[in-house]
């Protein structure tokens, strides 16, 4: 009896590491962006490609994969895209934030779409929309040059959200949250909140930080991926507490998250690898 309950406890401690899934050695390129399309019940990710960097070259792509980890199509979308960074999946459209401009694709097809130039941009970076179709997108700067924030309007008209500042600690990852106000994080400890209108409504401190994706779970809750801290935090956005949904991640980038399977979805840039994460 004894032996069975040492063998069961076991069977339990393995269960969550054996239900996560590695997509690895598939072809991603500098895998850095995951979202869920519930229309094709499927993931999109994007790889920043081979020669990385604005003068590397326009060798970027947009991969399909199914929940099971298969690869649906490698190179979906890879019409003219330098470093596709964040994407995000609104209505008939996906868009995607591309150095320094927004590339919208039809959502069905693949097919290429608008492009939204962002004069002035430097690195764009993430990105999110409203339900009005209205974009705010992360420019995190470079060394050289501190980061921005930019708004475009669902008329396709493009103005700062929060003009180029070192205190944006160079933004990275940004969500839309359900009573419309935004949230942004960038290489700091803290996630900053701002009305439609860009106005700081209330900063929070998390433990680590150096932020990428941030995503809004049905409950209200966020996940945020910290790379100084090598983990995913579920933060709960009324009281500030958090806790660790996953950890021992080298560099979690733009993460994604499948409310159908209550699934995290981790790319990693270097390992050129997404992670299943069932939480």
Same mark, same amino acid.
């Not at 094709?40 to 994969?65: I, K, M, T």
């Given at each position: ?13 393995? +269960? ?14 500098? $895998? ?13 990710? $994007? ?14 792509? #947009? +991969?399909? &994969?199914?929940?099971?980890?298969? /690869? ?9 895209? &330098?470093?596709?960074?964040? /994407?995000?999946? @609104? ?8 150095? %320094? ?6 959502? +069905? ?6 492009? /939204?130039?962002? %004069? ?8 999110? #929309? ?11 700067? +470079?060394?050289?040059? *501190? ?6 309007? *669902?008329?396709? !008209?493009?103005?700062?959200? !929060?003009?180029r500042d070192p205190g944006l600690e160079r933004p990275n990852g940004i969500a839309v949250l359900p009573d419309g106000n935004v949230?942004?994080?960038g290489r700091g400890v803290n996630l900053v909140v701002r009305t439609p209108a860009g106005a700081i409504v209330r900063e929070v401190?998390?433990p680590t930080g150096q932020f990428d994706g941030i995503v809004v779970l049905p409950d209200g809750s966020l996940l945020v991926a ?12 009324? $009281?500030? $507490? ?6 021992? /991640?080298?560099?979690?980038? !733009? ?21 299943? @994460?069932?939480?």
């Open positions: 009896m004894r032996t069975f309950h040492l063998l069961a406890a076991a069977l339990l401690a393995a +269960s969550p590491a054996a239900a996560q899934q590695v997509v690895r050695d598939v072809g991603f390129q500098g $895998s850095e962006a995951a979202r869920y399309d519930e229309a094709r019940d499927e993931y999109l990710v $994007s790889n920043l490609g081979a020669q990385r960097g604005p003068d590397g070259g326009a060798d970027g792509f #947009v +991969s399909r &994969v199914a929940p099971d980890g298969t /690869i649906v199509e490698l190179k979906w979308i890879s019409q003219g895209l &330098v470093d596709p960074l964040g /994407i995000f999946v @609104h209505g008939d459209r996906l868009y995607v934030a591309d150095v %320094a401009a927004v590339k919208t694709f039809d959502r +069905s097809t693949g097919a290429p779409r608008e492009t /939204i130039d962002v %004069a002035g941009a430097v690195r764009l970076n993430d990105l999110a #929309v409203a339900p009005d179709g209205t974009v705010y997108v992360t420019d995190s700067g +470079s060394n050289e040059s *501190p980061g921005a924030l930019w708004r475009i309007g *669902p008329d396709g !008209a493009v103005s700062a959200f !929060a003009p949230i942004h994080g401190t998390l910290s790379q100084l801290g090598h983990n995913v935090y579920r933060l709960d956005l009324e $009281s500030g $507490s958090t806790t660790t949904v996953a950890e021992n /991640i080298e560099v979690p980038a !733009a993460i994604g998250y499948d409310p159908r399977r209550n699934r995290l979805l981790v790319p990693q840039i270097r390992a050129a690898t997404l992670t299943i @994460h069932p939480l």
